[in-house]
Nanobody
Framework: QVQLVESGGGLVQAGGSLRLSCAASGRTVSSYYMAWFRQAPGKEREFVARINWSGRTTYYADSVKGRFTMSRDNAKNTVSLQMNSLKPEDTAVYYC??????????????WGQGTQVTVSS
């Protein structure tokens, strides 16, 4: 089993930056696909970013492309999401997810509890 814990959320002004981290425990996730999702109040959970097991391939939603960067450190069993040029519409609860295989939609095997990101205008 894998446990995921997100950290780094908070309040930031538009144009600012935040770095989210996701720490995994229980089992190494060095061979897992990892992803970030977010969910705003009253909205469906949406995909943000994904990274493969080696960390050499990433994929981003169009809404965050060029502003967010996902990375992983397999030695530390962690992944990160660097968020720059934040906009009020980025406000949401951000979730970390993991799965041994590439998944479609929100069908990842493991999820964290989420961390709140609030961007003020």
């Amino acid at each position: 089993q894998v446990q995921l814990v997100e950290s780094g959320g908070g309040l930031v002004q538009a144009g600012g930056s935040l770095r989210l981290s996701c720490a995994a425990s229980g089992r190494t996730v060095s061979s897992y696909y990892m992803a970030w999702f977010r969910q705003a109040p009253g909205k469906e959970r949406e995909f943000v970013a994904r990274i493969n097991w080696s960390g050499r391939t990433t994929y981003y939603a169009d809404s965050v492309k060029g502003r967010f960067t996902m990375s992983r450190d397999n030695a530390k069993n962690t992944v990160s999401l660097q968020m720059n040029s934040l906009k009020p519409e980025d406000t949401a609860v951000y979730y970390c997810a993991a799965d041994p295989s590439l998944k479609v939609g929100t069908s990842y095997a493991y999820w964290g509890q989420g961390t709140q990101v609030t961007v003020s205008s």
